[in-house]
């Protein structure tokens, strides 16, 4: 009862308005005001064009108000804002809606996931919601997809994924798409063959599913000579995609195979892991794959944002899809057809010599996992991870959270067992002062770096660019603070007192631009005086 009067008390009329149908998905990018995909948009630049905030006026940003989670673990979530409402997550798969102006809950969904759910390989967390229509959606530790009614977090309908009890598990941030919830899944570690589903939006029905392993017949099994290890191929899908909705493309990056650091008994390319995929999303069939690390061994998973906007290539106008992927390399592609157009080392590496003129990695000899273990840089959390960039179009920028550390790998015999770790080896990351963070600025076309901010320590929080000319980021240490987009200069900082691993969002009511990010069990919103 507690839920239903409070929200009784404070009105309904903002949350039953909420709508976001398909079309006011495709125009978010203008909509400023509200924060409709877990990315920002469907082109995943991360970018707000507010600037009531500002390079002139940051300085003077003050907390506005704090939401104190129930949650057991860390927050991951980047809050959707809809007319007012505000959507999160906390671990390990509870949804709250919160009054934006205030940060008051209005309901709280819990899907009563139990203390014994697999995870293996990841985190008791979530990453945040999708919403269509009326409806709120989330993916949940235990593998289910629920549709929730967005006025009062009542159940529409559940949807069992996949099998947790064999490795597989969610944490990612839905997309929706044209009457579609898109989502992929988690369990690389686990020996899972990895995917990526559709499902109706108002029944819960899988409409499609593409396999990112495939199997006997299909394309790319070639490149899995073994008769069986595609078996367990992993291929996890487990961040969020982009959308293009004039070409129809969703762009979803594939995670590392398995078993991950042994790679005898998986011999060739291993497609589609590591991969960046465009799939039709009418259809989910494939219309172009680009690999980045084939045969990986250090997982160096391509899950990282694949970040969509349109820049001019040896002069002509492109359209083009970017990711600063784990392995240390910045990649650009053509996003109609998947050409490689440019790849540059924007992180410390030591495994390749670089890029061949299709945009194969040219690997140095005797990087590969060993018994006694071998040193190679980046680590297996790689130079960025799931945490997302920002794509700024007023500098042509792409921002990146860096990790500059590295790992000695390790070889060791891999046996599948259903719901265990099949893995094949580990890690030992260098730590210390051998280990560092940044927030790094590269040319979005180029590659080029074009400032640096060195922060103390690898950081596991995402960035945010506005039309303000800032850069907002988070910090293990709780920091969390402004710098000039074009200058890399600091201009602003906060400190939240618990660590910073999230992604930093805006949005505007009542004429106020808002900052907001989350840290550690709290959701913090900023705004000027």
Request: aromatic share 12%.
């Amino acid at each position: 009862m507690r839920q239903l009067s409070f929200v009784a008390a404070l009105g309904l009329s903002s949350i039953a308005s909420a709508q976001v149908p398909f079309s006011r998905l495709v125009a978010a990018e203008r909509d400023s005001a509200n924060w409709l995909t877990y990315s920002g948009s469907y082109s995943a630049q991360r970018y707000s064009r507010l600037n009531q905030i500002n390079a002139r006026n940051v300085a003077s940003l003050k907390t506005a108000w704090v939401y104190q989670s129930n949650g057991a673990g860390t927050m991951e979530t980047t809050p959707l804002v809809v007319d007012g409402v505000m959507y999160v997550t906390e671990a390990p798969s509870t949804v709250v809606a919160l009054d934006a102006r205030t940060g008051r809950e209005l309901w709280h969904y819990d899907p009563g996931i139990a203390n014994n759910t697999g995870y293996i390989g990841g985190a008791r967390s979530n990453r945040g919601v999708a919403m269509l229509d009326s409806s709120v959606y989330v993916a949940t530790l235990d593998a289910r997809l629920v549709a929730l009614d967005a006025r009062n977090g009542a159940v529409r309908w559940s949807t069992k994924i996949a099998e947790n009890a064999k490795g597989y598990f969610e944490t990612l941030a839905p997309l929706a798409v044209d009457g579609k919830i898109i989502v992929g899944i988690a369990g690389g570690e686990a020996g899972i063959r990895g995917f990526v589903d559709a499902y109706d939006a108002k029944t819960g029905k899988r409409m499609w599913r593409f396999y990112t392993v495939p199997g006997p017949g299909e394309p790319g099994f070639e490149t899995w000579p073994d008769t069986s290890s595609w078996r367990t191929g992993g291929g996890a899908t487990w961040l969020t995609g982009s959308y293009d909705p004039q070409l129809n493309l969703i762009y979803w990056g594939v995670g590392n195979p398995g078993p991950d650091w042994n790679g005898e008994g998986r011999p060739g390319d291993n497609l589609y892991t590591c991969s960046l995929i465009a799939l039709d999303a009418t259809t989910g069939k494939l219309r172009w794959h680009f690999q980045f690390t084939p045969h990986d061994t250090h997982d160096w998973d391509a899950t990282e944002i694949p970040v969509l906007f349109d820049g001019v290539i040896a002069g002509n106008q492109r359209k083009l899809v970017a990711m600063a992927n784990r392995n240390a390399f910045y990649y650009v592609l053509d996003r109609a057809t998947g050409e490689y157009l440019v790849g540059r080392e924007y992180a410390h590496q030591t495994w390749a010599k670089g890029l061949d003129a299709k945009g194969r990695p040219i690997e140095i000899p005797g990087k590969l996992p060993t018994t006694d273990g071998n040193l190679v840089y980046p680590s297996l959390q790689g130079s960025t991870n799931w945490f997302s960039p920002s794509y700024s179009p007023q500098t042509n920028a792409l921002y990146v959270a860096i990790r500059e550390m590295g790992s000695h790998y390790y070889k060791s015999d891999a046996v599948y067992q259903a719901g265990a770790p099949f893995m094949g080896g580990g890690e030992r990351a260098l730590d210390g002062d051998s280990a560092s963070g940044a927030i790094r600025a590269i040319d979005a076309v180029t590659g080029a770096r074009k400032w640096n901010f060195p922060i103390y320590s690898p950081p596991w929080a995402g960035v945010l660019s506005t039309a303000g000319g800032l850069v907002f980021a988070g910090t293990n240490e709780g920091n969390f603070f402004a710098l000039d987009a074009t200058t890399g200069a600091s201009l602003w900082d906060f400190q939240t007192g618990g660590q910073v691993r999230s992604g930093p969002m805006s949005f505007a009511l009542d004429g106020k631009q808002y900052i907001v990010v989350a840290s550690r069990r709290n959701v913090y919103a900023f705004s000027l005086p």
